[in-house]
Protein backbone atom coordinates (compact mmCIF):
# COMPACT_ATOMS: atom_id res chain seq x y z
CA UNK A 1 0.00 0.00 0.00
CA UNK A 2 1.60 3.55 -1.21
CA UNK A 3 1.09 6.77 0.55
CA UNK A 4 -2.17 7.81 -0.77
CA UNK A 5 -3.50 4.57 -0.61
CA UNK A 6 -2.88 4.29 3.19
CA UNK A 7 -4.25 8.17 3.76
CA UNK A 8 -7.14 7.39 1.84
CA UNK A 9 -7.99 4.32 3.87
CA UNK A 10 -7.51 5.94 7.05
CA UNK A 11 -8.95 9.89 7.03
CA UNK A 12 -12.04 10.94 7.55
CA UNK A 13 -11.99 14.33 5.73
CA UNK A 14 -10.90 14.25 2.30
CA UNK A 15 -7.76 12.91 0.47
CA UNK A 16 -7.13 14.62 -3.18
CA UNK A 17 -4.40 13.63 -5.49
CA UNK A 18 -6.54 15.09 -8.99
CA UNK A 19 -4.24 17.47 -11.22
CA UNK A 20 -6.66 20.40 -11.21
CA UNK A 21 -6.08 20.31 -6.56
CA UNK A 22 -2.73 19.47 -7.00
CA UNK A 23 -2.45 22.40 -9.21
CA UNK A 24 -4.27 25.12 -6.87
CA UNK A 25 -2.29 23.77 -4.29
CA UNK A 26 1.16 24.20 -5.99
CA UNK A 27 0.97 28.13 -5.33
CA UNK A 28 0.73 31.12 -2.95
CA UNK A 29 0.94 34.55 -2.89
CA UNK A 30 4.64 33.72 -2.96
CA UNK A 31 7.01 34.43 -6.19
CA UNK A 32 7.46 30.19 -6.09
CA UNK A 33 5.96 27.09 -6.82
CA UNK A 34 6.14 23.26 -5.99
CA UNK A 35 3.70 20.66 -6.62
CA UNK A 36 2.47 18.18 -3.30
CA UNK A 37 1.79 14.57 -4.11
CA UNK A 38 -1.39 14.57 -2.00
CA UNK A 39 -4.23 17.28 -0.55
CA UNK A 40 -5.63 16.91 2.95
CA UNK A 41 -8.04 17.90 4.21
CA UNK A 42 -8.45 16.46 7.89
CA UNK A 43 -12.34 16.90 9.68
CA UNK A 44 -10.39 16.68 13.48
CA UNK A 45 -7.83 16.37 15.34
CA UNK A 46 -8.16 12.41 15.07
CA UNK A 47 -7.10 12.81 10.93
CA UNK A 48 -3.99 15.28 12.30
CA UNK A 49 -2.80 12.50 14.24
CA UNK A 50 -3.33 10.07 11.62
CA UNK A 51 -1.85 12.21 8.95
CA UNK A 52 1.70 12.06 11.03
CA UNK A 53 1.60 8.79 12.18
CA UNK A 54 1.13 7.64 7.66
CA UNK A 55 3.82 10.80 7.70
CA UNK A 56 6.52 8.91 9.97
CA UNK A 57 5.90 5.16 8.55
CA UNK A 58 6.60 6.54 5.00
CA UNK A 59 8.94 9.19 5.98
CA UNK A 60 6.99 11.69 4.09
CA UNK A 61 6.92 15.85 4.42
CA UNK A 62 4.19 17.34 5.67
CA UNK A 63 3.77 20.98 5.00
CA UNK A 64 0.33 23.43 6.65
CA UNK A 65 -1.80 25.47 4.39
CA UNK A 66 -4.94 28.08 5.16
CA UNK A 67 -6.03 30.24 2.70
CA UNK A 68 -2.61 30.42 0.65
CA UNK A 69 -1.86 34.24 1.35
CA UNK A 70 1.80 33.41 2.45
CA UNK A 71 4.55 35.39 0.43
CA UNK A 72 7.09 33.23 1.81
CA UNK A 73 6.02 30.04 0.19
CA UNK A 74 5.52 28.34 3.80
CA UNK A 75 2.17 26.87 2.40
CA UNK A 76 4.10 25.01 -0.59
CA UNK A 77 5.01 21.54 0.36
CA UNK A 78 6.59 18.45 -1.78
CA UNK A 79 4.73 15.87 -0.47
CA UNK A 80 1.49 16.04 2.22
CA UNK A 81 -0.23 19.43 2.21
CA UNK A 82 -2.75 19.82 4.99
CA UNK A 83 -5.62 22.29 3.84
CA UNK A 84 -7.06 23.25 6.95
CA UNK A 85 -9.86 25.83 5.42
CA UNK A 86 -12.54 22.92 4.38
CA UNK A 87 -13.22 21.48 7.04
CA UNK A 88 -10.85 22.16 10.51
CA UNK A 89 -12.57 26.43 9.90
CA UNK A 90 -14.98 26.40 12.89
CA UNK A 91 -14.96 29.16 15.64
CA UNK A 92 -15.53 27.20 18.37
CA UNK A 93 -15.94 29.56 21.56
CA UNK A 94 -16.53 33.35 22.23
CA UNK A 95 -16.11 34.21 25.92
CA UNK A 96 -15.75 38.42 26.62
CA UNK A 97 -12.09 38.77 25.78
CA UNK A 98 -11.26 35.12 23.95
CA UNK A 99 -11.94 33.17 21.98
CA UNK A 100 -10.93 29.45 20.91
CA UNK A 101 -10.43 28.74 16.93
CA UNK A 102 -9.84 26.13 14.72
CA UNK A 103 -7.24 27.10 12.12
CA UNK A 104 -9.10 27.01 9.09
CA UNK A 105 -10.97 30.32 10.16
CA UNK A 106 -10.61 33.31 7.92
CA UNK A 107 -9.66 36.39 10.53
CA UNK A 108 -11.98 38.33 9.10
CA UNK A 109 -14.66 35.99 10.00
CA UNK A 110 -13.50 36.12 13.53
CA UNK A 111 -13.71 39.89 13.75
CA UNK A 112 -16.80 39.72 12.44
CA UNK A 113 -18.60 36.90 14.87
CA UNK A 114 -16.85 39.00 17.81
CA UNK A 115 -17.76 42.11 16.78
CA UNK A 116 -21.55 42.35 18.46
CA UNK A 117 -19.50 41.81 21.77
CA UNK A 118 -17.84 44.99 20.37
CA UNK A 119 -14.68 43.14 20.56
CA UNK A 120 -11.80 42.43 17.93
CA UNK A 121 -8.61 41.00 17.36
CA UNK A 122 -5.86 43.69 17.69
CA UNK A 123 -3.31 42.57 15.15
CA UNK A 124 -5.10 43.94 11.61
CA UNK A 125 -3.15 42.27 8.51
CA UNK A 126 -4.06 43.47 5.52
CA UNK A 127 -5.45 40.18 4.11
CA UNK A 128 -7.30 39.33 6.95
CA UNK A 129 -10.69 39.04 4.79
CA UNK A 130 -8.78 35.61 3.32
CA UNK A 131 -6.19 35.08 5.23
CA UNK A 132 -6.85 31.86 8.10
CA UNK A 133 -5.49 32.14 11.53
CA UNK A 134 -3.54 29.30 11.38
CA UNK A 135 -1.45 31.33 9.18
CA UNK A 136 -1.97 34.69 10.77
CA UNK A 137 -0.59 32.34 14.16
CA UNK A 138 2.42 30.86 12.19
CA UNK A 139 3.77 34.14 10.61
CA UNK A 140 2.63 36.45 13.26
CA UNK A 141 1.23 38.76 11.58
CA UNK A 142 0.51 42.03 12.75
CA UNK A 143 -0.48 44.76 10.29
CA UNK A 144 -1.13 48.93 10.02
CA UNK A 145 -1.91 49.29 14.05
CA UNK A 146 0.88 47.34 15.28
CA UNK A 147 1.70 50.17 17.26
CA UNK A 148 -1.47 49.97 19.14
CA UNK A 149 -1.16 46.49 19.42
CA UNK A 150 1.51 44.68 18.79
CA UNK A 151 2.33 41.34 17.02
CA UNK A 152 -0.22 38.53 16.66
CA UNK A 153 2.27 36.46 19.26
CA UNK A 154 1.14 39.19 21.83
CA UNK A 155 -1.96 37.77 21.67
CA UNK A 156 -2.10 34.38 21.79
CA UNK A 157 -3.02 32.55 24.86
CA UNK A 158 -2.54 28.89 24.13
CA UNK A 159 -2.45 26.19 21.33
CA UNK A 160 -3.31 22.77 21.29
CA UNK A 161 -1.28 20.74 18.61
CA UNK A 162 0.11 17.46 17.03
CA UNK A 163 4.00 17.40 17.45
CA UNK A 164 5.86 15.11 14.95
CA UNK A 165 5.60 12.02 17.06
CA UNK A 166 1.88 12.38 16.59
CA UNK A 167 0.74 13.37 20.06
CA UNK A 168 -1.35 15.72 20.88
CA UNK A 169 -0.14 18.37 23.65
CA UNK A 170 -0.59 22.17 24.36
CA UNK A 171 1.78 24.76 24.32
CA UNK A 172 1.11 24.91 28.42
CA UNK A 173 2.52 21.39 28.69
CA UNK A 174 5.21 21.55 26.43
CA UNK A 175 6.97 23.29 29.21
CA UNK A 176 7.38 19.93 30.58
CA UNK A 177 7.61 17.74 27.64
CA UNK A 178 10.92 19.73 26.40
CA UNK A 179 12.12 20.91 29.97
CA UNK A 180 16.01 19.80 28.80
CA UNK A 181 15.47 22.11 25.65
CA UNK A 182 14.30 25.01 27.30
CA UNK A 183 17.43 24.67 30.27
CA UNK A 184 20.17 23.85 27.52
CA UNK A 185 18.16 27.36 25.84
CA UNK A 186 18.27 29.01 29.15
CA UNK A 187 22.16 28.10 29.92
CA UNK A 188 23.45 30.24 26.28
CA UNK A 189 20.80 33.01 27.10
CA UNK A 190 24.21 35.33 26.28
CA UNK A 191 23.68 33.63 22.80
CA UNK A 192 20.04 35.31 22.64
CA UNK A 193 20.95 38.78 23.85
CA UNK A 194 23.70 39.25 21.72
CA UNK A 195 21.67 38.98 18.67
CA UNK A 196 18.55 40.69 19.57
CA UNK A 197 17.26 42.77 17.16
CA UNK A 198 16.18 46.37 18.07
CA UNK A 199 13.06 46.76 16.01
CA UNK A 200 9.57 47.40 17.24
CA UNK A 201 7.95 44.13 14.54
CA UNK A 202 9.95 40.99 13.93
CA UNK A 203 8.98 37.57 12.17
CA UNK A 204 12.30 36.37 11.15
CA UNK A 205 13.92 33.18 13.12
CA UNK A 206 11.95 31.57 16.66
CA UNK A 207 11.14 33.45 19.45
CA UNK A 208 13.85 31.77 21.82
CA UNK A 209 13.43 34.99 23.72
CA UNK A 210 10.40 33.70 25.67
CA UNK A 211 12.74 30.73 27.23
CA UNK A 212 15.23 33.74 29.09
CA UNK A 213 12.04 35.87 30.59
CA UNK A 214 10.40 34.96 33.94
CA UNK A 215 7.41 33.05 32.32
CA UNK A 216 8.76 30.87 29.30
CA UNK A 217 6.00 30.25 26.83
CA UNK A 218 5.79 27.59 24.12
CA UNK A 219 2.83 29.47 22.60
CA UNK A 220 5.06 32.12 21.69
CA UNK A 221 7.57 29.58 20.34
CA UNK A 222 5.18 28.58 17.99
CA UNK A 223 3.83 31.92 16.99
CA UNK A 224 5.99 32.55 14.31
CA UNK A 225 7.46 29.32 13.70
CA UNK A 226 5.36 28.67 9.93
CA UNK A 227 4.29 25.10 10.56
CA UNK A 228 7.81 23.85 11.27
CA UNK A 229 7.56 22.88 15.02
CA UNK A 230 3.95 21.29 15.18
CA UNK A 231 0.63 21.00 13.98
CA UNK A 232 -1.85 23.45 15.34
CA UNK A 233 -4.88 21.92 15.88
CA UNK A 234 -7.04 24.99 18.03
CA UNK A 235 -5.97 28.23 19.12
CA UNK A 236 -6.63 30.42 22.57
CA UNK A 237 -6.86 33.84 21.52
CA UNK A 238 -7.01 37.34 23.11
CA UNK A 239 -9.67 40.11 22.09
CA UNK A 240 -9.22 43.26 22.64
CA UNK A 241 -12.63 46.15 23.04
CA UNK A 242 -13.43 47.57 19.65
CA UNK A 243 -12.25 51.56 19.66
CA UNK A 244 -15.24 53.62 19.86
CA UNK A 245 -13.23 57.33 19.24
CA UNK A 246 -10.80 57.54 16.63
CA UNK A 247 -9.44 60.21 14.91
CA UNK A 248 -7.54 60.32 11.00
CA UNK A 249 -5.22 62.37 9.65
CA UNK A 250 -3.36 62.75 5.82
CA UNK A 251 0.03 64.50 5.64
CA UNK A 252 1.43 65.05 2.29
CA UNK A 253 5.01 64.99 1.43
CA UNK A 254 7.80 66.26 -2.09
CA UNK A 255 9.08 62.18 -1.53
CA UNK A 256 9.41 59.50 0.75
CA UNK A 257 12.70 60.88 2.90
CA UNK A 258 11.20 63.85 3.90
CA UNK A 259 7.99 61.40 5.43
CA UNK A 260 10.39 59.52 6.93
CA UNK A 261 11.63 62.70 8.67
CA UNK A 262 8.78 63.16 9.52
CA UNK A 263 7.58 60.30 11.36
CA UNK A 264 9.25 60.99 14.71
CA UNK A 265 7.37 64.31 15.12
CA UNK A 266 3.97 61.95 14.48
CA UNK A 267 5.36 59.57 17.07
CA UNK A 268 5.41 61.92 19.86
CA UNK A 269 2.03 62.14 19.33
CA UNK A 270 0.93 58.68 20.39
CA UNK A 271 -0.33 57.53 17.03
CA UNK A 272 -1.91 53.94 16.91
CA UNK A 273 -0.74 53.97 13.36
CA UNK A 274 1.49 55.64 11.01
CA UNK A 275 1.65 54.30 6.97
CA UNK A 276 3.24 54.91 4.12
CA UNK A 277 1.96 55.87 0.78
CA UNK A 278 4.28 56.16 -2.15
CA UNK A 279 3.74 57.47 -5.26
CA UNK A 280 3.14 53.96 -7.56
CA UNK A 281 0.55 53.14 -4.11
CA UNK A 282 -1.14 56.83 -3.98
CA UNK A 283 -1.67 56.47 -8.24
CA UNK A 284 -3.18 52.97 -8.25
CA UNK A 285 -6.02 53.60 -5.90
CA UNK A 286 -6.72 56.96 -6.94
CA UNK A 287 -7.40 54.95 -10.26
CA UNK A 288 -9.57 52.71 -7.79
CA UNK A 289 -12.00 55.10 -6.65
CA UNK A 290 -11.07 58.65 -7.39
CA UNK A 291 -14.28 59.41 -5.61
CA UNK A 292 -13.41 58.61 -2.55
CA UNK A 293 -9.61 59.51 -2.62
CA UNK A 294 -10.40 63.07 -3.53
CA UNK A 295 -13.01 63.70 -0.88
CA UNK A 296 -10.18 62.74 1.76
CA UNK A 297 -7.17 64.72 0.15
CA UNK A 298 -5.48 61.77 -1.80
CA UNK A 299 -4.09 62.77 -4.96
CA UNK A 300 -2.53 60.98 -7.99
CA UNK A 301 1.13 60.67 -7.65
CA UNK A 302 1.51 61.90 -3.95
CA UNK A 303 3.69 60.89 -1.13
CA UNK A 304 1.64 60.44 1.90
CA UNK A 305 1.46 59.09 5.99
CA UNK A 306 -1.69 58.41 6.36
CA UNK A 307 -1.68 58.36 10.83
CA UNK A 308 -4.94 57.38 13.22
CA UNK A 309 -5.30 58.04 16.93
CA UNK A 310 -8.19 56.26 19.32
CA UNK A 311 -9.01 59.26 20.72
CA UNK A 312 -9.75 62.75 19.56
CA UNK A 313 -6.65 64.39 18.06
CA UNK A 314 -6.87 68.45 17.45
CA UNK A 315 -6.75 68.84 13.91
CA UNK A 316 -3.72 71.22 12.92
CA UNK A 317 -2.95 72.96 9.78
CA UNK A 318 0.02 70.23 8.94
CA UNK A 319 -2.70 68.12 8.16
CA UNK A 320 -4.04 68.07 4.67
CA UNK A 321 -7.18 65.94 5.48
CA UNK A 322 -9.05 65.20 8.75
CA UNK A 323 -11.86 63.35 10.04
CA UNK A 324 -13.14 61.40 13.27
CA UNK A 325 -16.10 59.64 11.02
CA UNK A 326 -15.30 56.38 11.94
CA UNK A 327 -17.42 55.46 9.18
CA UNK A 328 -15.31 57.04 6.35
CA UNK A 329 -11.84 55.59 8.68
CA UNK A 330 -13.35 52.93 7.81
CA UNK A 331 -14.00 53.20 4.01
CA UNK A 332 -10.15 54.67 3.96
CA UNK A 333 -8.74 51.88 5.75
CA UNK A 334 -10.56 49.32 3.42
CA UNK A 335 -8.88 50.95 0.61
CA UNK A 336 -5.50 50.97 2.37
CA UNK A 337 -6.06 47.27 2.81
CA UNK A 338 -6.60 46.75 -1.28
CA UNK A 339 -3.50 48.63 -2.41
CA UNK A 340 -1.68 45.11 -2.62
CA UNK A 341 -4.24 43.52 -4.73
CA UNK A 342 -4.91 46.55 -6.78
CA UNK A 343 -1.05 46.69 -7.87
CA UNK A 344 -0.65 43.28 -8.49
CA UNK A 345 -4.17 43.02 -10.39
CA UNK A 346 -3.02 45.60 -13.05
CA UNK A 347 0.24 44.07 -13.51
CA UNK A 348 1.04 42.61 -17.55
CA UNK A 349 4.95 42.55 -18.27
CA UNK A 350 6.47 44.21 -15.20
CA UNK A 351 5.10 42.55 -11.60
CA UNK A 352 5.35 43.68 -7.99
CA UNK A 353 7.22 40.68 -7.14
CA UNK A 354 7.11 40.54 -3.81
CA UNK A 355 10.77 39.68 -2.60
CA UNK A 356 12.01 42.16 -0.76
CA UNK A 357 8.68 43.23 0.86
CA UNK A 358 8.81 42.77 4.49
CA UNK A 359 11.96 44.41 6.18
CA UNK A 360 11.91 46.44 8.98
CA UNK A 361 14.26 48.54 10.73
CA UNK A 362 14.51 51.07 13.40
CA UNK A 363 12.70 54.08 12.65
CA UNK A 364 15.74 56.89 13.29
CA UNK A 365 17.43 54.85 10.50
CA UNK A 366 14.30 55.26 8.02
CA UNK A 367 15.93 58.16 6.05
CA UNK A 368 19.00 56.82 5.29
CA UNK A 369 17.24 53.25 4.47
CA UNK A 370 15.28 54.94 2.19
CA UNK A 371 17.89 56.52 0.53
CA UNK A 372 19.68 53.64 0.29
CA UNK A 373 17.06 51.25 -1.21
CA UNK A 374 16.36 54.33 -3.67
CA UNK A 375 20.38 54.39 -4.65
CA UNK A 376 19.68 50.61 -5.31
CA UNK A 377 16.71 50.46 -7.27
CA UNK A 378 18.62 52.95 -9.81
CA UNK A 379 21.38 50.36 -9.87
CA UNK A 380 19.35 47.52 -11.30
CA UNK A 381 17.72 49.66 -12.93
CA UNK A 382 14.29 48.85 -11.63
CA UNK A 383 11.33 50.63 -9.91
CA UNK A 384 9.20 49.77 -7.00
CA UNK A 385 6.28 50.66 -4.44
CA UNK A 386 7.60 51.69 -1.37
CA UNK A 387 4.74 51.66 1.76
CA UNK A 388 3.70 49.93 4.32
CA UNK A 389 3.73 50.55 8.70
CA UNK A 390 6.45 53.15 8.27
CA UNK A 391 5.46 54.38 12.07
CA UNK A 392 7.44 50.36 12.88
CA UNK A 393 10.07 51.13 10.26
CA UNK A 394 8.20 48.66 8.47
CA UNK A 395 7.91 49.03 4.91
CA UNK A 396 6.30 46.92 2.44
CA UNK A 397 8.40 46.94 -1.14
CA UNK A 398 7.59 45.19 -4.34
CA UNK A 399 10.10 45.99 -7.30
CA UNK A 400 8.87 46.19 -10.37
CA UNK A 401 10.53 43.36 -12.48
CA UNK A 402 9.70 42.92 -16.04
CA UNK A 403 9.36 39.03 -16.33
CA UNK A 404 10.25 38.78 -20.03
CA UNK A 405 13.60 39.80 -19.56
CA UNK A 406 16.59 37.07 -19.98
CA UNK A 407 17.74 35.16 -16.49
CA UNK A 408 15.07 37.41 -14.75
CA UNK A 409 15.59 34.95 -11.54
CA UNK A 410 19.42 35.41 -11.42
CA UNK A 411 18.44 39.59 -11.33
CA UNK A 412 16.19 38.80 -8.98
CA UNK A 413 18.40 37.00 -6.34
CA UNK A 414 20.90 39.36 -6.91
CA UNK A 415 18.09 42.22 -5.90
CA UNK A 416 17.75 40.12 -2.94
CA UNK A 417 21.41 39.55 -1.63
CA UNK A 418 21.91 43.13 -2.46
CA UNK A 419 19.34 44.45 -0.09
CA UNK A 420 19.63 42.36 2.68
CA UNK A 421 22.47 43.59 2.88
CA UNK A 422 21.47 47.05 3.53
CA UNK A 423 18.82 45.96 5.78
CA UNK A 424 21.41 44.16 7.64
CA UNK A 425 23.85 47.22 8.03
CA UNK A 426 20.85 49.37 9.25
CA UNK A 427 20.40 46.90 11.93
CA UNK A 428 17.28 45.71 10.60
CA UNK A 429 15.33 42.30 10.40
CA UNK A 430 14.82 40.46 7.25
CA UNK A 431 11.15 40.12 8.28
CA UNK A 432 8.52 42.53 10.14
CA UNK A 433 5.63 40.32 9.84
CA UNK A 434 5.38 38.09 6.66
CA UNK A 435 7.98 35.08 8.20
CA UNK A 436 11.18 34.00 6.46
CA UNK A 437 9.66 30.64 4.84
CA UNK A 438 11.61 29.19 1.47
CA UNK A 439 11.85 33.40 0.35
CA UNK A 440 14.79 34.48 3.26
CA UNK A 441 15.98 31.12 4.66
CA UNK A 442 19.31 31.74 2.92
CA UNK A 443 19.77 34.97 4.79
CA UNK A 444 19.04 33.56 8.14
CA UNK A 445 22.52 32.83 9.13
CA UNK A 446 23.76 36.55 8.38
CA UNK A 447 20.40 37.77 10.07
CA UNK A 448 21.24 35.78 13.24
CA UNK A 449 24.34 34.36 13.23
CA UNK A 450 25.05 32.26 17.20
CA UNK A 451 21.21 32.16 17.24
CA UNK A 452 21.28 29.76 14.82
CA UNK A 453 23.08 26.84 16.24
CA UNK A 454 19.89 27.25 18.87
CA UNK A 455 17.14 27.03 15.83
CA UNK A 456 18.82 23.96 15.14
CA UNK A 457 18.21 22.86 18.96
CA UNK A 458 14.93 23.37 18.83
CA UNK A 459 13.89 21.50 15.05
CA UNK A 460 16.30 18.78 16.56
CA UNK A 461 14.13 18.48 19.83
CA UNK A 462 10.90 19.10 18.28
CA UNK A 463 11.15 17.58 14.82
CA UNK A 464 14.26 15.13 15.16
CA UNK A 465 12.98 13.73 11.41
CA UNK A 466 11.98 16.97 9.33
CA UNK A 467 9.17 15.96 8.81
CA UNK A 468 7.29 19.31 9.07
CA UNK A 469 8.22 21.62 6.11
CA UNK A 470 9.23 20.86 2.35
CA UNK A 471 12.14 19.12 1.77
CA UNK A 472 12.61 20.52 -1.92
CA UNK A 473 13.73 24.04 -2.84
CA UNK A 474 10.32 25.79 -4.06
CA UNK A 475 10.75 26.67 -8.28
CA UNK A 476 10.89 30.32 -9.08
CA UNK A 477 7.62 31.05 -10.63
CA UNK A 478 8.18 33.28 -13.34
CA UNK A 479 11.30 31.85 -14.68
Not at 106 to 115: D, H, P, T
Not at 322 to 330: E, F, G, P, R
Amino acid sequence: MNLLQKLQNHIQGFVRSDSSTLQNFSRDESIFTLTPQVVVSPSSVQDIVTVVQIANDFDASVVLRGGGSGTTGASLGDQIVIDFRTHMNRILDVQKDHAWVEPGVFLGELNEKVSCHGQVFGPDPGSQAYACIGGVVGNNASGPHALQYGMTRDHVLDIDCVSADGKKRSSKAMLIDYAQMVQSIKSKQDIIKKTSIGVSKNSSGWYLDTFISDQPDFAKLLTGSQGELAIFEKIHLKLVDKPSVKSFALYTFKNKIQAAEFVPEILSMNPACVELIDETISTSIYEYDEKLCTSVGIENYQVSLWVEWLDIQPQTSEMIFYTNDLVLIQKIWNLRSCASKIIHNKAIHKKPLRCIEDACVPVDRLPLYIKNIESLFQEHGIEASVFGHIGNGHLHINPWIDVREPFVEKKVYQLMDDFYKIVLSHHGTISGEHGDGFLRKKYLQDQWRDRCELFTLVKNTMDPNLRFGSRKDLLFVYA
